[in-house]
């Protein structure tokens, strides 16, 4: 697996999240606490049938059974409703907008008025409220970032969104959360939370559009310009990932390879290995020419 960046909801990088944990770990103590009684009970039943012979157990049925789990049940419910408010959608304040579309099994990920296009991996300023308006391009899937905030769904013919702030500088690893057909555990996703001027440095290389450059030929020769956009040439395929600034991404396909020379030869050489099923094909380069194309993608910063 490429994506190594942590992802567990226990070790929470934001507000949201850090409720969202509480709340896990007072529900996780609750339990405990009520299985460990239904334990001992059991226990109690076992050893005292011997003893005696079967009395009445309305009263603790009535309490155990009925009031006590009344109580307790009605609590959490509470306290779990009391904790939507900072786990919902962006209070209106967001300082950034970004948009994230579901398909499978990439991201493609925009930043709108900016003219940045992307995949796969998402730059966000420290310190800045930012709200990510998703979508689907084909079925259901959910952008699950679970150190940075709960679940959100991608549906047909909606839009949500969600806000996503934290302050500290790190990778946050996010994956599709709703299964979504045979590669949807291949489609993950990368959080880079950076100082604001350096992801105003990013998003500037980001905007700037590609050369066609020694190999650009062969892009469209081979047909990858059918199905990707190399910002700046005549490649307008939109079938697959955005190419324009592949070589400045830190993983491929979604998190399943990671982006070596190595990594990216072997996958475009067979994506079907890689990620059987999914939407590139394999498509047959002599080597002269292989070699060519490959330095053309690593050429794209
Ligand atoms: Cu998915």
């Known amino acids: 697996v490429a994506v190594a960046a942590s992802q567990s909801t226990l070790e929470p990088a934001s507000d949201a999240a850090r409720t969202i944990a509480d709340l896990w770990w007072l529900l996780f103590a609750v339990s405990a606490v009520v299985f460990a009684v239904v334990l001992a009970l059991v226990v109690l039943a076992v050893l ?49 907008t970004i948009e994230v579309k579901g398909r499978q099994w ?18 966000l300023p420290l310190g800045t409220p930012v709200e990510l308006r998703v979508r689907t391009g084909d079925v259901v899937h959910s952008f699950w970032v679970p150190r940075l905030n ?22 946050y690893r ?18 880079v939370a950076e100082p604001p001027a350096r ?6 290389v980001q905007a700037e559009p590609a050369r066609e450059a020694e190999g650009f030929a062969l892009f469209e020769e081979y047909g990858c310009g059918g199905c ?4 700046g040439t005549s490649a ?31 996958w475009v050489l067979d994506p079907q290995e890689h990620k059987p099923g999914n939407k590139m094909p394999a ?18 910063e």
């Open 283 to 300: 498509i047959e380069i002599p080597p002269d020419d292989f070699r060519e194309l490959l330095a053309y993608l690593e050429s794209l």
């Open 199 to 204: 992801f105003e440095r990013w998003l500037a």
């Open 228 to 231: 990707h956009t190399i910002r």
């Open 174 to 191: 996010g994956q599709c959360a709703e299964f979504c057909g045979l590669q949807h555990a291949n489609m993950a996703f990368e959080i």
């Open 106 to 123: 990439f991201w493609e990920v925009r930043y709108p008025g900016r003219g940045v296009v992307t995949a796969n991996e998402i730059h």
């Open 48 to 96: 005292r049938r011997r003893s005696r012979g079967a009395g009445t157990g309305r009263p603790l049925v009535l309490v155990g059974g009925v009031a006590v789990p009344a109580v307790v049940l009605v609590a959490l419910f509470a306290l779990t409703v009391a904790t939507l408010p900072g786990v919902s959608a962006p209070t209106g304040e967001t300082a950034l």
């Open 236 to 266: 307008d395929g939109v079938a697959g990932p955005d190419l324009t600034h592949v070589a400045s991404r830190r993983t491929l396909a979604a998190g399943t390879l990671e982006n070596t020379r190595g990594d990216l030869a072997a």
């Open 150 to 171: 709960r679940k959100i769904d991608m549906i047909p013919g909606r839009v949500n969104s969600i806000e996503l702030e934290t302050d500290r500088e790190g990778v």
